[in-house]
């Protein structure tokens, strides 16, 4: 099996494991590919929809891997148990869904030996959660695949709650001292963002002045970090 973009990325950013759970596989691209490479012993394979659980199911026979991957249905971190909680991927779903389903289950989440996460959207949402819940965010990487940049973020729980500056909830530090490829256009993305925030908060009525000079202090900070890294 040869994994591309933004799923491979993921792949490449999981450490060696015993156990992989998968939340979300829909197609368990990934557990088949860890097992095939003996990168881990054995998967599971979990999604909230049967019909994902049985195409995963159909590839793992496919593969003939039904001795070392599992398939089940189940929401969030569910389907997995206090002892299978290895290295886990939750990946493909927006910012928001990842961080209430870490929330729901923090118990099993902090056992993790890593958590890798691929948020589709609102990351500064999931950095700044995994912060303030004594998760140590210790790699990340960074994928161009079409029209859009994709981050992998990957953490651990040590305990200690930590507050960053709002500049590290958007830009995760570990792709500043990486110096990512793909860091200068990640940057240029989110100022992109952000002025397109600020122009349609112009045209609001009712302005909320926190919020705007919130933005503009962020614009500020990343386009100091821009010339930095020039």
């Keep these: ?110 056992l993790a030996k890593a958590l890798v996460l691929q948020p589709m959207n609102c990351i500064e949402m999931v950095r700044e959660w995994l912060y303030q819940n004594g998760f140590e965010i210790y790699d990340e990487g960074l994928i161009n695949e079409g029209f859009r940049i994709y981050n992998v973020i990957v953490a651990r729980w040590t305990g200690k709650i930590m507050s960053k500056d709002q500049l590290y909830y958007y830009i995760g530090e570990k792709l500043i001292e990486k110096k990512d490829p793909l860091l200068r256009k990640y940057i240029q993305r989110r100022l992109d963002i952000i002025d397109k925030v600020l122009n349609e908060m112009k045209a609001m009525k009712d302005q909320n002045a926190s919020i705007i000079n919130e933005q503009k202090t962020l614009r500020e900070e990343l386009h100091a970090l821009l010339e930095k890294i020039d």
């Design 1 to 110: 099996m040869i994994l591309k973009g933004r799923i491979k990325l993921i792949a490449d950013m999981i450490p060696e494991c015993t156990i992989l759970s998968d939340i979300g596989t829909d197609h368990a691209y990934i557990p088949i590919y860890m097992v095939k490479n003996e990168k881990c012993k054995k998967a599971i394979a979990c999604d909230v929809r049967e019909g994902p659980v049985a195409v995963a199911s159909r590839h793992i026979r496919q593969y003939g891997l039904e001795d070392r991957i599992e398939a089940r249905l189940g929401s969030g971190l569910k389907p997995v148990s206090e002892d299978e909680m290895d290295v886990c991927v939750i990946a493909g779903m927006g910012g928001v869904l990842i961080q209430e389903i870490l929330e729901e289950d923090i118990k099993k989440a902090k």
